[in-house]
């Protein structure tokens, strides 16, 4: 069975940083794009950062530009973001997708996100 | 970077009603389009991949069509499960941006 697990989530001041970590496992992680989505609260879906299943490339949201690495490690299975500079706008269930390898690209797995709250 | 507009933003209709839902892009993206839905406190839900291709185990009263910048989502006969938010996603080589959403309401 494929799972993704978000972890990493919790509150941190404005200016601060913060690495979320996608324990993905059921599937063969080193064979996948992946990508982190984020919701701001009662807001709509915004994608925020893909990366390539060999890390051969990376792509972010012009919202995060600068601030935020995507990466990935195939050996423990896991992608990461790392989340610097962080401004209250980035307040929002971050969600890791994996992206399907069928040709046609689409998210046809997600987790279950965790939570980034960024107030002083 | 290419916008997808999604219309309405607000739906309200009946069990069994039909309804349709619109995603335009900024510039053609062929069929690189997808449809997802989610339910409030829950991860999104994929429906439809290639613009019009229904993901294994969807019903099949939902349903995609589309190409370039104008792409549809319909479900022919709204189940009580199908009140959610839906959201259309484009692929292109670099960016991955999804619409701001359509929530379905009961009428």
């Known amino acids: 069975e494929v ?10 001041k404005p200016g601060g940083s913060l690495r979320l970590s996608c324990a993905a496992s059921g599937f063969i992680f ?4 992946m990508n982190w989505v984020r919701q701001a609260p009662g807001k709509g879906l915004e994608w925020v950062s893909s990366i390539g299943s060999s890390s051969s490339y990376k792509s972010n949201a012009d919202s995060v530009k600068g601030r935020f690495t995507i990466s990935r490690d195939n050996a423990k299975n896991s992608l990461y973001l790392q989340m610097n500079s962080l401004r209250a706008e980035d307040t929002a269930v971050y969600f890791c997708a994996r992206e399907a390898a069928s040709g ?3 998210f046809d797995y997600w987790g279950r996100g965790t939570l980034v709250t960024v107030s002083s | ?12 209709a009946s069990v069994g009603d039909r309804v349709t839902i619109t995603c335009r892009a900024s510039q053609s993206i062929s069929d690189w389009l997808a449809w997802y839905q ?5 991860a999104p839900k994929l429906l439809i991949y290639k613009a019009s291709s229904l993901e294994s185990g969807v019903p099949s ?4 069509s589309g190409s370039g910048t104008e792409f549809t989502l319909t479900i022919s006969s709204l189940q ?3 009140f959610a938010t839906y959201y259309c996603q484009q692929f292109n080589t670099y960016s991955r941006t999804f619409g701001q959403g359509t929530k379905v309401e009961i009428k």
């Not at chain 1, 799972?3 to 990493?8: A, F, H, I, P």
């Not at chain 2, 989610?38 to 829950?42: A, E, F, H």
């Open chain 1, 3 to 12: 799972q993704l697990v978000e972890s990493g989530g919790g509150l941190v």
């Open chain 1, 30 to 33: 080193s064979t996948y794009n």
């Open chain 1, 104 to 106: 046609s690209p689409h």
């Open chain 2, 1 to 12: 970077d290419i916008q997808m507009t999604q219309s309405p933003s607000t739906l309200s």
């Open chain 2, 38 to 42: 989610q339910k409030p406190g829950k």
């Open chain 2, 61 to 64: 009263r939902f349903s995609g």
């Open chain 2, 80 to 82: 009580p499960d199908d």
